[in-house]
């Protein structure tokens, strides 16, 4: 990154230029439209990697000052809930990549993405549901490009069972079984 120095003119000069050329050249829809997928990508995976920790309601509150923390249960269903906020969340924006009627290129991504996300949830709603017909109680499955993160409520897996969960991963999602992390709350 070079500074340039408020008497050196004629450098701005050139930077200004080259940023208003880009912005001629691909519009400011297209610039907009960029920073709008990059905006969601970001916030998808920070959803995914940053840790949750929502406030709850006062019962919840009161029931963790006694002591007492929230069954496992909850956390499937509040970890389903932030998987669908998050998605909700970047569909709306790609949706308005493509209604702004941006560039081409632009509306293509916008479009793939949307196409991708689709697919993701359809795919992670059929593990889901062929793990929870092996017996196992509950468990959530997150896809996050070509690696697939399931968590499973079980005290322990048999090595047949981590088996199985990764051969639904690969029948249903085409994760190899290197790609899949499987984590065990209880």
């Known amino acids: 990154m070079r500074i340039i120095r408020s008497d050196d003119k004629k450098e701005r000069k050139i930077s200004l230029e080259k940023i208003r050329g880009f912005f001629k050249k691909h519009g400011k829809k ?16 920070l959803n995914f ?45 790609l949706h308005t990549v493509v209604d702004l009627g941006g560039s081409e290129e632009a509306s293509k991504q ?30 959530i499955a997150v896809i996050s490009g070509k690696s697939l993160s399931i968590v499973v409520k079980s005290d322990s897996l048999l090595p047949n069972e981590v088996a199985q969960i990764k051969e639904i991963a690969y029948k249903s999602a085409d994760v190899l079984p290197d790609d899949v992390v499987i984590t065990l709350k209880k």
């Open 110 to 139: 916008a479009l793939a993405d949307i196409s991708r996300i689709s697919s993701d949830i359809e795919k992670e709603a059929n593990i889901e549901t062929l793990i929870k017909a092996k017996g196992f109680e509950d468990c």
């Open 30 to 45: 297209t610039a907009a439209a960029a920073a709008g997928v990059l905006l969601i990508g970001t916030a998808v995976v």
């Open 49 to 93: 990697v940053l840790p949750k920790t929502p406030a709850g309601t006062p019962a919840d509150q009161a029931q963790e000052k006694n002591g007492q923390t929230s069954a496992s249960g909850d956390f499937f269903a509040e970890s389903a809930l932030y998987r669908t906020k998050a998605r909700d969340e970047a569909m709306e924006v």
